[in-house]
Each structure stands twice: as C-alpha cells, then as structure tokens.
Nanobody
Framework: QVQLVESGGGLVQVGESLTLSCKIY????????MGWYRQAPGKERELVAS???????NYARSVLGRATISKDNAKKSLDLQMTNLKPEDTGVYYC?????WGQGTQVTVLS
C-alpha cells in the first residue's frame, strides 16, 4: 500500500516562492510517473506538473516558467518548486502516485 505525505504549504504573498514536498512510501518509487495536482475552491482538481519514470516533465500552461517538479529516487520524495506566486495559485495541492493521493497541503497566496 502506498502512502503519500505532502508538506510545505502555507500563506505567502504575491510574487513569493515556496516548495512543496511529498514523501512517497512505496517500493515502486522509481518505476512510475508521479505528479502534483491542485484544487481551488469551487473548481475541479487540475494537473500542475508531472514527471515520468525517466524524468520527462510536463507543466500546466498556467504555471509554465514558474514551476519546477523534481524527484529524488533515493529519498523517495517529489518536490514542486513554485516562484512568482499569484492569487490564482491558491488551492489545495495534492501529490499523486499510481492512482493514490496524499491528503493535500493548502497554499494560499495573498494579494
């Protein structure tokens, strides 16, 4: 059974940066794609960024140039670094792995 634990959310000001981390407890960390999604109030969950087994990355258009997804196979962790945060980045951020989801971490960007 996979367990995902996110951390790093919080309150930030417009233009600031933050890094979200997800610890993934699994024996299959290196053999699957994984990603970050977010859900804003009243909206559907949407993909923010994903990374394949081989390190290929994909970003939502809305965060392109402001987000960097990375993984550490040894630490079994998945990070999402975001810069120049905007109010529309506000939401609950979830990491996902093989169809499993973490509990989410809240990011609130204050204007």
């Amino acid at each position: 059974q996979v367990q995902l634990v996110e951390s790093g959310g919080g309150l930030v000001q417009v233009g600031e940066s933050l890094t979200l981390s997800c610890k993934i407890y699994t024996n299959f960390f290196g053999v699957s794609a994984m990603g970050w999604y977010r859900q804003a109030p009243g909206k559907e969950r949407e993909l923010v960024a994903s990374i394949s087994t081989f390190g290929e990355v994909n970003y939502a258009r809305s965060v392109l140039g402001r987000a960097t997804i990375s993984k550490d196979n040894a630490k079994k962790s998945l990070d999402l670094q975001m810069t120049n945060l905007k109010p529309e980045d506000t939401g609950v951020y979830y990491c996902t792995f093989r169809g499993e989801w973490g509990q989410g971490t809240q990011v609130t960007v204050l204007s």
